[in-house]
């Protein structure tokens, strides 16, 4: 009624100016109306089309806010300054013993949540005495539950007040749990070894946890979108790879990436990190949000470096026995054939067919020593163009001696060239690994089929398999007829020593390798395998495009004729043979030559004889104290533009002892030919002087 009251008031305001309304009973109201009609007789009509215009504004807020009350799913009362219930409202939400009619005329304080009557009491005094909005929460025990509530008490002008209970109860439920979750996260990134980050891709900026500031530097690095925030961290050689695979999986929306790559540390130096992160993206499916960590596997590496030595050296002592086989007819085809030319040949055709069995012989056994010096390497990735097929024919010889007699080894090749950028050692050790793992699948003997050839992915291709791209391929496939892999172990194949085999007879690296050397050449690999049946690796490795590979030793074909040259050259050579060798080979094409039995000797001869030098050729492992290497850096010393080639039958990590090789040296590792040691002293004479 009061707000009827206040509407008509209004209204006789509007038209009767500042007429007194008293603020009385009913009564009064109407008496004072009907005063006001009889001492403006002529307004009457306007008047009352002012009232019935009041009334329809009335009956219309009366509805909205009948409205506004249903919609609002809390518990509403309307008390009066006593606060005694003059209306009430049960949201959908609450369930109360009480009807809301049942409830009109009562203390809200008393009812509907008795146990926190004097709070609500309390709280009821103040918002009257102090005329402003209240708020507290309390909790009450229902049906056995704990439940939280909340309880607003608003103060009507004209007295009394609205109070709103709300029921709080899954709201706290989720607090705690966010709270739960964010000291859970908190606990964690403490407690973990890993550098955690939170990038925000909108903001530009970084949360890292304590691991990270500690470990990795530089809050500079961490500015501006996208990948920009940590990539100059990355090392320089391992940049460009990582930030186009973030690229990549921003452009696909894949909400999971990792990579493998060197980040800088705290102490200036790289770290081996895996990057593990997960990207949220929004509706314009642009990167808003990535969460992940890195992980620092320096160590790791390091172990697997050394476990994998070790494989290697396990590799080279099993095949053993099948290179000394092997090296046994090459020594007897070599000194069969020169022991005929000693004894004088019959004809030219029986000398020249004596001489060019022995030189092939020869270039057999230097390829098998070479491929167990790259076994037992432990050189970086030396990528550069080859032909995959020559890799794989190269190998076949040491497959059929790795497997055995009870497996039998065929061959299906591409008929032309599959150039593909490689480190062929590498390439080699994943062949390796790949038929140790299907002979092992075959304990009873088998069949193992090695095939080299060429495939085309389009789109349509790529979809279910996450590794695939749309490109040309090089293809290796080793397929076996062994007992295949089970499904529940198929998914952990390539993980780092995971292993099937019983204890001591596997390390769990052989195909965790072969993965890490596809990645390495951008290339990925799939596997095919039926339990009982066998299996079949597929590797790819981007095509080359080039025009032709280069040649197989690295070194640009010459014209003999232009080999020769009148250039002084110093050999220092411990092996007679060799040295005497030489000395044969540059003579005959007009070179001037000199001779030391060793590095130290030949200090004193230059230092005696003071020789004008073009060129130094000489071996690193040396007797005398002095070795090739410390030999050209002592002449550099008096003659900085001194060329030099260093030879080793070693490879060049092993001769040096892991030493940088001086700077503008060519290393040549033994055995040679004329023709190539010839190349190789034309071209590094050729070369202009250095800086």
């Given at each position: 009624m009061?707000?009827?009251?206040?509407?008509l008031?209004?209204?006789?305001?509007?038209?009767?100016g500042?007429?007194?309304i008293?603020a009385?009973?009913?009564?009064?109201?109407?008496?004072a109306v009907?005063?006001?009609?009889?001492?403006?007789?002529?307004?009457?009509?306007m008047?009352?089309?002012?009232?019935?215009?009041s009334?329809?504004?009335l009956?219309q807020?009366?509805?909205?806010m009948?409205?506004v009350f249903?919609?609002?799913?809390?518990?509403?009362f309307?008390?009066?300054?006593d606060?005694?219930?003059?209306?009430?409202k049960?949201?959908?939400?609450?369930q109360?013993?009480?009807k809301?009619?049942?409830?009109v005329?009562r203390?809200?304080?008393?009812?509907?949540?008795?146990?926190?009557?004097?709070?609500?009491?309390h709280?009821f005094?103040?918002?009257?005495e102090?005329a402003r909005?209240l708020?507290?929460?309390?909790?009450?025990?229902?049906n056995?539950e704990?439940?939280?509530?909340?309880?607003?008490?608003?103060?009507?002008r004209?007295?009394?007040?609205?109070?709103?209970?709300?029921?709080?109860?899954?709201?706290?439920?989720?607090?705690?749990?966010?709270?739960?979750?964010e000291?859970?996260?908190r606990?964690v990134?403490?407690?973990?070894?890993?550098?955690?980050?939170?990038?925000?891709?909108?903001?530009?900026?970084t949360?890292r946890n304590?691991?990270?500031?500690a470990?990795?530097?530089?809050?500079?690095?961490?500015?501006?979108?996208?990948?920009?925030?940590?990539s100059?961290n990355?090392?320089?050689?391992?940049?460009t790879?990582v930030?186009?695979?973030?690229?990549?999986?921003?452009?696909?929306?894949e909400?999971?990436?990792s990579?493998?790559?060197?980040?800088?540390?705290s102490?200036g130096?790289y770290?081996?990190?895996?990057d593990?992160?997960?990207?949220?993206?929004n509706?314009?499916g642009?990167?808003?949000?990535?969460?992940?960590?890195?992980a620092?596997?320096?160590?790791?590496?390091?172990?697997?470096e050394?476990?994998?030595?070790s494989?290697?050296?396990?590799?080279v002592?099993?095949?053993?026995g099948?290179?000394a086989?092997?090296f046994?007819?090459?020594?007897?085809?070599?000194?069969?054939?020169?022991?005929?030319?000693?004894?004088?040949a019959?004809?030219?055709?029986?000398?020249?067919?004596?001489?060019?069995?022995?030189?092939?012989?020869?270039?057999?056994?230097?390829?098998l020593?070479r491929?167990?010096?790259?076994?037992?390497?432990?050189?970086?990735?030396?990528?550069?163009?080859?032909?995959?097929?020559?890799?794989v024919?190269?190998m076949?010889?040491?497959c059929?001696?790795?497997?055995?007699e009870?497996?039998?080894?065929?061959t299906?090749?591409?008929?032309?060239?599959l150039?593909?950028?490689?480190?062929?050692?590498?390439?080699e050790?994943?062949?390796?690994?790949l038929v140790?793992?299907s002979?092992?699948?075959?304990?009873?003997?088998?069949?193992?089929?090695?095939?080299?050839?060429?495939?085309?992915?389009?789109n349509?291709?790529?979809?279910?398999?996450p590794?695939?791209?749309a490109?040309?391929?090089?293809?290796?496939a080793?397929?076996?007829?062994g007992?295949?892999?089970p499904p529940?172990v198929m998914?952990?194949?390539?993980?780092?020593?995971?292993?099937?085999k019983e204890?001591?007879?596997?390390?769990?690296?052989?195909l965790a390798?072969?993965?890490?050397i596809?990645q390495?050449?951008?290339?990925?690999?799939?596997?095919?395998?039926?339990?009982?049946?066998?299996?079949?690796?597929?590797?790819?490795?981007?095509?080359?495009?080039i025009?032709?590979?280069?040649?197989?030793d690295g070194?640009?074909?010459r014209?003999?004729?232009?080999?020769?040259?009148?250039?002084r050259?110093?050999?220092?050579?411990?092996?007679?043979?060799?040295?005497?060798?030489?000395?044969?080979a540059l003579?005959?094409?007009?070179?001037?030559?000199?001779?030391?039995?060793?590095?130290?000797?030949a200090?004193?001869?230059?230092?005696?004889?003071?020789?004008?030098?073009?060129l130094l050729?000489?071996?690193?492992?040396?007797?005398?104290?002095?070795?090739?290497r410390?030999l050209?850096?002592?002449l550099r010393?008096?003659?900085?533009?001194?060329?030099?080639i260093?030879?080793?039958g070693?490879?060049r990590?092993?001769?040096t002892?892991?030493?940088?090789?001086?700077?503008?040296v060519?290393?040549?590792?033994?055995?040679?030919?004329?023709?190539?040691?010839?190349?190789?002293?034309?071209?590094?004479?050729d070369?202009?002087?250095?800086?």
């Open positions: 009061e707000l009827t009251h206040n509407l008031r209004r209204q006789i305001k509007r038209h009767f500042q007429t007194e008293p009385g009973s009913l009564v009064d109201f109407v008496a009907d005063a006001a009609y009889r001492a403006n007789d002529e307004d009457r009509a008047l009352e089309r002012s009232l019935e215009l009334s329809q504004e009956l807020a009366n509805a909205e009948s409205a249903e919609a609002i799913p809390d518990l509403l309307h008390v009066n300054a606060g005694l219930i003059l209306s009430a049960v949201g959908a939400n609450e109360i013993q009480w809301p009619g049942a409830l005329g203390r809200f304080t008393e009812d509907p949540f008795p146990e926190v009557s004097a709070e609500l009491e709280a005094a103040q918002m009257q102090e909005v708020e507290l929460e309390f909790s009450v025990r229902r056995g704990l439940e939280h509530h909340e309880a607003r008490l608003v103060p009507l004209e007295g009394g007040a609205i109070v709103i209970l709300r029921n709080i109860t899954e709201r706290r439920g989720a607090e705690e749990a966010l709270r739960e979750s000291e859970r996260f606990l990134a403490l407690a973990t070894r890993d550098a955690i980050y939170d990038w925000d891709a909108v903001k530009g900026t949360w304590d691991t990270y500031h470990r990795y530097p530089g809050e500079a690095t961490f500015q501006g979108k996208k990948e920009a925030w940590w100059s990355i090392h320089p050689d391992d940049r790879r930030v186009e695979s973030l690229q990549a999986a921003f452009a696909k929306q909400p999971l990436w990579a493998e790559y060197r980040f800088l540390c102490e130096n770290a081996e990190v895996v593990y992160g997960y990207i949220h993206y509706r314009a642009e990167p808003a949000r990535m969460i992940g960590a890195l620092d596997i320096t160590e790791r590496k390091r172990l697997q050394q476990v994998l030595q494989q290697k050296m396990d590799a002592g099993q095949l053993a099948g290179v086989h092997d046994n007819n090459l020594l007897t085809v070599i000194l069969g054939n020169l022991s005929l030319l000693r004894l004088g019959e004809n030219p055709t029986e000398a020249t067919n004596a001489i060019t069995e022995s030189y092939r012989a020869a270039q057999r056994a230097a390829e020593t491929q167990l010096l790259t076994f037992s390497r432990r050189e970086p990735v030396a990528l550069r163009p080859v032909d995959l097929n020559a890799v024919a190269d076949l010889r040491m059929h001696r790795l497997v055995g009870t497996i039998t080894i065929t299906t090749s591409y008929p032309g060239k150039p593909v950028h490689a480190d062929p050692g590498m390439i050790q994943l062949l390796m690994n140790i793992n002979r092992d699948a075959m304990r009873q003997g088998g069949r193992l089929l090695i095939a080299t050839g060429e495939r085309l992915f389009f349509r291709d790529v979809g279910g398999h590794q695939r791209r490109g040309r391929f090089v293809r290796l080793v397929t076996d007829n007992s295949g892999i529940e998914a952990h194949i390539f993980e780092p020593f995971f292993t099937t204890a001591g007879k596997g390390t769990g690296l052989g390798m072969v993965f890490g596809v390495q050449h951008k290339g990925w690999i799939e596997v095919e395998s039926t339990v009982g049946a066998g299996t079949t690796f597929f590797v790819y490795l981007p095509w080359l495009q025009a032709t590979a280069e040649p197989k070194v640009a074909q014209d003999p004729a232009s080999l020769g040259g009148k250039e050259i110093l050999i220092a050579e411990d092996e007679a043979q060799v040295r005497l060798w030489m000395k044969t003579i005959r094409y007009g070179y001037q030559v000199h001779m030391a039995e060793s590095g130290a000797l200090l004193a001869f230059v230092r005696d004889q003071q020789p004008e030098l073009d050729i000489s071996d690193i492992v040396m007797p005398g104290g002095v070795s090739g410390e050209c850096l002592e010393q008096t003659r900085p533009q001194l060329k030099v260093l030879c080793s070693y490879d990590e092993s001769a002892n892991g030493s940088p090789m001086p700077p503008n060519t290393f040549l590792q033994k055995p040679f030919g004329m023709e190539r040691f010839l190349r190789a002293v034309r071209d590094k004479l070369e202009p002087a250095a800086p």
